[in-house]
């Protein structure tokens, strides 16, 4: 399986970084940061190709290149406008164009709080044309403690659409209670 984890904006990347971290290492990964969220520096990691934003003509960009899925964790409110309306300006909206064009698996973790109603016109948008629309939102139920395990349930949840077996957070079980 390839998957390409794309982070934008600057708050929330250490979410992506971590959702990369944790891809188990049968998947094939592919980063790309834009270059507002580059100011986080990545620790070196196995298995990933890291891809410049601007580098349109990167094997990702391309849909013969067979990615299996997408997400871009955290999705700045402009990443997500531009997805929207198909601008395809850098290597993470190119790719989540082609993820769209190809009717492959795109995720989108927008992060910001509260959404104005232009960014619920877009997610809407593209929740129509099959985008899945997943911010990190806590599941209450699973009972996290802290904010790791907190990080992992949304992280699970993800990787959970993503058709990836994972252990990263208590599951719902009404038998429990």
């Not at 990964?29 to 890291?50: D, G």
């Not at 067979?66 to 964790?73: E, H, K, L, R």
């Not at 929207?84 to 164009?97: E, F, K, Q």
């Not at 996290?144 to 252990?167: A, H, S």
Request: charged residues 20%.
């Amino acid at each position: 399986m390839k998957i390409v984890v794309g982070i934008s904006g600057a708050s929330g990347v250490e979410l992506g970084l971590k959702t990369l971290k944790l891809l188990p290492e049968s998947v094939e990964k592919h980063l790309v940061i834009s270059n507002h969220a580059q100011t986080v520096m990545l620790k070196e990691m196995n298995n990933v190709t890291i891809h410049k934003n601007d580098d349109i003509a990167a094997s990702i960009a391309s849909g013969s290149f067979g990615v299996d899925a997408m997400i871009i964790v955290p999705c700045s409110m402009n990443t997500l406008a531009k997805i929207s309306c198909g601008i395809s300006d850098n290597l993470i909206t190119r790719c989540a164009s082609v993820m769209i064009k190809e009717q492959k698996k795109l995720i989108l973790a927008p992060r910001e709080l509260p959404f104005s109603p232009i960014a619920l016109e877009n997610m809407h948008k593209l929740s129509s044309l099959g985008v899945i629309i997943a911010p990190p939102v806590m599941g209450y139920y699973s009972q996290q403690q802290t904010l790791q395990e907190m990080e992992n349930f949304v992280i699970g949840k993800w990787f959970d659409l993503l058709n990836i077996q994972n252990n990263l957070y208590k599951r719902w079980n009404p038998c429990e209670q």
